[in-house]
């Protein structure tokens, strides 16, 4: 599969637990993204990163959340201490190039907090 | 952070009809202009995309049309299909230009 693979597909967290989610980007493809797309809304960028560095993290929250892209590996969006308002879809999607360009996205995962 | 409107939130259109979906953006540091499909439970895939060294770009059914005084690009697609139904979003480059904007949707119904 030479896609943008996301794992878990759908992961369920009580309040307070962590999630952890995993991007394997496309085959060739060194910059990954990751948005957040909340029910009966667009896709909201979080943080740009290349291997080993955040580019751009302008629409992470600054609580909580932390993203790695680490040099070997998938990257990881973690989300510590889960809040019910964290149930959402979340997708990564990687380039070839930089974000000035052609993003393809994964299949997301679903995160559900109790 | 650089706001996409996007217009209509649904449409819905009968078999062999043109669908028409309007975005409008703000300033961006970069000209780039995707429009993306997304069906229930899947992610977004890249439909068509211009870069507005031209006003027009055309892949099959699909038209991306572009009016860069205006800020505004629109989606045509020809001759829509049931199996055109889905949710399609615009996205615009964010103030940095590394990542994007995305419209809040139009969800398309087709009918036979």
């Known amino acids: 599969n030479a896609g943008v693979m996301q794992n878990p597909r759908h992961l369920v967290r009580r309040r307070g637990q962590e999630a952890r989610l995993r991007c394997s980007p496309m085959k060739g493809h060194s910059h990954v993204y990751w948005y957040r797309q909340l029910p009966e809304e667009g896709l909201k960028f979080m943080v740009y990163?290349?291997?080993?560095?955040?580019?751009?993290e302008s629409g992470m929250p600054k609580e909580r959340f932390s993203a790695e892209f680490p040099k070997e590996g998938p990257s990881i969006l973690r989300i510590q201490q889960v809040v019910r308002g964290d149930s959402a879809a979340y997708f990564c999607?990687?380039?070839?190039?930089?974000?000035?360009?052609?993003?393809?996205f994964g299949p997301g995962t679903r995160l559900t907090v109790l | 952070q650089q706001q996409v409107k996007q217009s209509p939130q649904s449409l819905i259109v009968q078999k062999g009809g043109i669908s028409i979906i309007n975005c409008a953006y703000e300033?961006?540091?970069?000209?780039?202009f995707p429009w993306y499909q997304q069906f229930p439970g899947k992610g977004p895939a890249l439909l068509i995309a211009i870069r507005p060294d031209v006003s027009e770009k055309k892949e099959g059914r699909f038209t991306i049309s572009f009016n860069k005084s205006a800020k505004q690009f629109s989606l045509h697609i020809m001759d829509s299909q049931p199996g055109d139904s889905a949710t399609y979003f615009c996205?615009?480059?964010?103030?940095?230009?590394?990542?994007?904007?995305f419209g809040k949707g139009t969800s398309l119904l087709v009918t036979p």
């Open positions: 999607a990687s380039s070839a190039g930089t974000g000035r360009g052609e993003q393809f």
């Open positions: 996205a615009a480059p964010t103030d940095s230009g590394y990542a994007l904007n």
């Open positions: 300033n961006t540091a970069f000209d780039y």
């Open positions: 990163l290349q291997k080993e560095n955040i580019i751009d």
